[in-house]
């Protein structure tokens, strides 16, 4: 069966050089122009996690790329949050205590 990848989209404000591009890995650019000139830039992606887009998206503020938006999407359900039924396991963030 094959494992599902987390899906990423970053637009940033104006162009990208794509000598950055393999900073970011395997990345689709898309480009939206107006008047002859590139308005947006838009990456498109499968990281690794979430740390990895969390990263990316670090990267691009230290290099003082304008960010205007971002998405990460989940490849799927994380299987510890979810029980048998397909139902979401809510669980105490404090520990358990034991005897009761």
């Known amino acids: 069966m094959p494992?599902?990848?987390?899906y990423c989209r970053?637009?940033?404000r104006g162009s990208f050089n794509v000598k950055w591009?393999?900073?970011f890995g395997e990345i689709l650019l898309g480009l939206q122009v107006a008047e002859g000139e590139i308005q947006t830039t838009t990456l498109l992606g499968h990281p690794i996690d979430l740390t990895a887009f969390i990263s990316t998206l670090n990267l691009l503020n230290d290099r003082h790329f304008p960010i205007l938006a971002?998405?990460?999407q989940q490849a799927g359900p994380i299987s510890a949050a979810?029980?048998?039924n397909g139902e979401p396991v809510l669980r105490s963030l404090q520990p358990d205590q034991e005897g009761e």
């Open 70 to 72: 971002c998405e990460y």
């Open 21 to 23: 591009a393999d900073y």
């Open 10 to 12: 970053i637009t940033l």
């Open 3 to 6: 494992q599902n990848r987390p």
């Open 82 to 84: 979810i029980d048998d």
